[in-house]
């Protein structure tokens, strides 16, 4: 059975970093891009962040670019996004997300229960 | 590129749903579509614009064409309550997310 476990979320200051991991099992790790999908309440979804399964390509969504950081640990099968320079608009549920394939251009195949991040001074 | 979805569609149990995503030139793009349950993970349904997922009754379907991508569920369920929506994976690696949309058992 395929299982992703966020962790790490919480409360957090604007500007102050914050790390969200994923734990993920029941699937070869090493064979799938993972990434991270947010959504802010009363919005819809957006894309974060993904990482090829080799770590070789990492892509952002544009709201994040430059502040977020997406990586990952085959060996432990987990993947963690470090989020930097919060703002209040980062609040929202973050999703773990397997993809269908090598290349983050794949669809979602898998998504974790989401874990929710608040940015409040 | 952006794509476009009604906000919510009522059916009777029984009769079909059809939900649609519109994009400019959505047929010759990489569209996926996933039910959201309250309270649950979303779930995989279609990918590819027409490929059903491991598990996935053939009650949904997906077809696309033009400017529209549709995903079609036949005999609906009380079951069905959701929120759908569509995803457009561009080669550029980027992921673009329809608003959802929100369908009604009567």
């Known amino acids: 059975e395929v299982q992703l476990v966020e962790s790490g979320g919480g409360l957090a200051q604007p500007g102050r970093p914050l790390k969200l991991s994923c734990e993920a099992s029941?699937?070869?790790?090493?064979?799938?891009?993972m990434h991270w999908v947010r959504q802010v309440a009363g919005k819809g979804l957006e894309w974060v962040a993904g990482?090829?399964?080799?770590?070789?390509?990492?892509g952002y969504g544009d709201s994040v670019q430059g502040r977020f950081t997406v990586s990952r640990d085959n060996s432990k099968k987990s993947v963690v996004l470090e989020m930097n320079d919060l703002r209040p608009e980062d609040t929202a549920l973050y999703f773990c997300?397997?993809?269908?394939?090598?290349?983050?251009?794949?669809?979602?195949?898998?998504w974790g229960q989401g874990i929710k991040v608040t940015v409040t001074p | 590129y952006e794509v476009t979805q009604s906000p919510s569609v009522s059916v009777a149990p029984g009769q079909t749903a059809t939900i649609t995503c519109g994009g400019p030139n959505i047929v010759r793009r990489n569209v996926h579509w996933y039910q959201w349950r309250p309270g649950q993970a979303p779930v995989l349904l279609i990918f590819y614009s027409r490929d059903r997922a491991s598990g996935i009754p053939d009650r949904f379907s997906g077809s696309s064409s033009g400017d529209t991508a549709t995903l079609t569920i036949t005999r609906v369920e009380a079951g069905d309550e959701a929120d759908y929506f569509c995803v457009v994976s561009d080669p550029l690696k980027e992921h673009i997310f329809g608003s959802g949309t929100e369908l009604t058992v009567l």
């Open positions: 029941g699937f070869k790790f090493d064979d799938y891009a």
């Open positions: 997300v397997q993809g269908s394939g090598y290349a983050i251009g794949s669809y979602f195949k898998f």
């Open positions: 990482i090829k399964w080799n770590s070789e390509t990492e």
